[in-house]
């Protein structure tokens, strides 16, 4: 955390230094003027501030075989620990999905045994219709989605709104992320694309409110997630109930007990 401060400082006091100006709509701005590196320090530090969150979504899903809508407890925990509960018409576990270490464990009601096998990158689209690996969709579910490594900026634009526009490339040139802040330097969408210009995934974030952390300051977190899977036609929306932020989270909420044929599902619920 004191590593992502510093680098946000020195890069705003470089910033200034320059003589960073207000930039107008649309204005096509240069690397040089470093607001977009002063927002990516910003979110690399908020990354390293909120490490974890426990809370209660009302989860969608439309994919081309699936169309979902349920109310979900979740656990999540940087690096890539994940615990979803989904819940049935009155309130009962109708399944639940850890993945923690590489390892994940899949309980449904019916089944005999747990489901468990080694974390894929296809994961989360076989068992929920979600395109994503289950660290990306970790750092997604925290509202602080970590900028990929490698890549330098590209192109920035001021937006009618006071926010900026911006792009990551890699070393041939070809754009890998795009990024939306408000005037307020809160992320309002992310998108990552593969080396062909395909867009992997975008994430909107909205409905920011402040809360509280057991350590630490309070944090503006989005209380709705939208996420776009062109490759796949799939989408996903987010909406929390309630979000509690925590700096860790037991390590029980991550591993189901297999002793049985049932898990030990009710001794650490996600929230």
Request: aromatic residues 6%.
């Amino acid at each position: 955390m004191k590593r992502a401060a510093a680098l946000g400082l020195a890069v705003c006091g470089l910033g200034l230094a320059m003589g960073c100006r207000t930039p107008a709509p649309g204005d096509r701005l240069g690397v040089a003027e470093l607001q977009p590196a002063r927002l990516l320090a910003g979110l690399a530090e908020r990354a390293s501030e909120i490490r974890a969150l426990r809370g209660r979504a009302r989860v969608e899903i439309l994919a081309p075989d699936l169309k979902v809508r349920r109310p979900q407890r979740l656990a999540v925990a940087r690096p890539g620990r994940l615990r979803v509960e989904v819940l049935g018409l009155f309130g009962q576990v109708a399944a639940l999905l850890v993945a923690n270490e590489g390892v994940y464990q899949l309980y449904e009601p019916g089944q005999a045994q747990l489901q468990e096998g080694l974390v894929s990158a296809s994961l989360l689209w076989r068992v929920a219709r979600v395109d994503l690996e289950p660290g990306e969709a970790v750092d997604l579910l925290l509202g602080s989605p970590l900028p990929g490594p490698g890549l330098r900026l590209g192109e920035a634009h001021a937006r009618e709104d006071g926010g900026v526009a911006f792009d990551r490339r890699d070393e041939l040139g070809a754009v890998r992320e795009r990024y939306v802040f408000d005037a307020e330097g809160r992320l309002r969408e992310m998108e990552r694309l593969d080396a062909g210009d395909v867009r992997l995934w975008k994430a909107r974030f909205d409905d920011y409110r402040k809360v509280s952390q057991d350590a630490g300051p309070e944090q503006a977190f989005a209380f709705e997630l939208r996420l776009d899977f062109p490759r796949v036609g799939g989408r996903a929306t987010l909406d929390f109930q309630q979000v509690v932020l925590a700096a860790q989270l037991p390590d029980e909420l991550f591993r189901l007990d297999i002793s049985g044929s049932r898990p030990a599902a009710g001794k650490a619920r996600a929230h």
